[in-house]
T-cell receptor
Framework: GQNIDQPTEMTATEGAIVQINCTYQ??????LFWYQQHAGEAPTFLSY??LDGLEEKGRFSSFLSRSKGYSYLLLKELQMKDSASYLC??????????WGAGTKLIIKP | DGGITQSPKYLFRKEGQNVTLSCEQN?????MYWYRQDPGQGLRLIYY???????QKGDIAEGYSVSREKKESFPLTVTSAQKNPTAFYLC?????????????FGPGTRLTVL
């Protein structure tokens, strides 16, 4: 079966750095996505990786290792508004998105 | 403003009743999707449509039906055959951004069956 694992919940301090990990086992791989979802709202796109390495976008970076089936999302200079769930999704060989359950990130002052 | 709208935001129904969730987009996207989100689980695909008058079942289509008569609209009907319909329902459409197909989501409808 296809599986994506993320920690259920993480806590970090305002101004700090946090790394959210995602491991996957899917039938094929055609890219990995990170989305942010505030409670009760729509997920919004953060980043995309298809090749190994680091993609940087302002305070957010995402890393991919296809051989290890592993990705992480790195959030720097945390702000209170970053409190949200972060969803990892992999596009499989049928070009369908397989979604992780999400990591709820709690930011404390 | 271009975007995806879902209505209503909150919906309550009695057990045994069918209910239709609305999804409209003015982004001119061909592909549209319906997902269900439950606590502690990833988004699960119910149905998707890549073109008008055509749609395919996703992983959890049982108890649901859809139609795609217009490019802008992709309504989802939750029938009485769906055993556990209480959930947060998300509609999405996709667009090619560079060389990546990105999905964009509507605000969601929270359905509670009493």
């Amino acid at each position: 079966g296809q599986n994506i694992d993320q920690p259920t919940e993480m806590t970090a301090t305002e101004g700090a750095i946090v790394q959210i990990n995602c491991t996957y086992q899917t039938s094929g791989f055609n890219g990995l996505f990170w989305y942010q979802q505030h409670a009760g709202e729509a997920p919004t796109f953060l980043s995309y990786n298809v090749l190994d390495g680091l993609e940087e976008k302002g305070r957010f970076s995402s890393f991919l290792s296809r051989s290890k089936g592993y990705s992480y999302l790195l959030l720097k200079e945390l702000q209170m508004k970053d409190s949200a769930s972060y969803l990892c999704a992999v596009r499989d060989s049928n070009y369908q998105l397989i979604w992780g359950a999400g990591t709820k990130l709690i930011i404390k002052p | 403003d271009g975007g995806i709208t879902q209505s209503p935001k909150y919906l309550f129904r009695k057990e045994g009743q069918n209910v239709t969730l609305s999804c409209e987009q003015n982004l001119n996207h061909d592909a549209m999707y319906w997902y269900r989100q439950d606590p502690g689980q990833g988004l699960r695909l119910i149905y998707y449509s890549q073109i008008v008058n055509d749609f395919q079942k996703g992983d959890i289509a049982e108890g649901y039906s859809v139609s795609r008569e217009k490019k802008e609209s992709f309504p989802l009907t939750v029938t009485s055959a769906q055993k556990n319909p209480t959930a947060f329902y998300l509609c999405a459409s996709s667009q090619l951004a560079g060389d990546v197909w990105l999905q964009f989501f509507g605000p969601g409808t929270r359905l509670t069956v009493l």
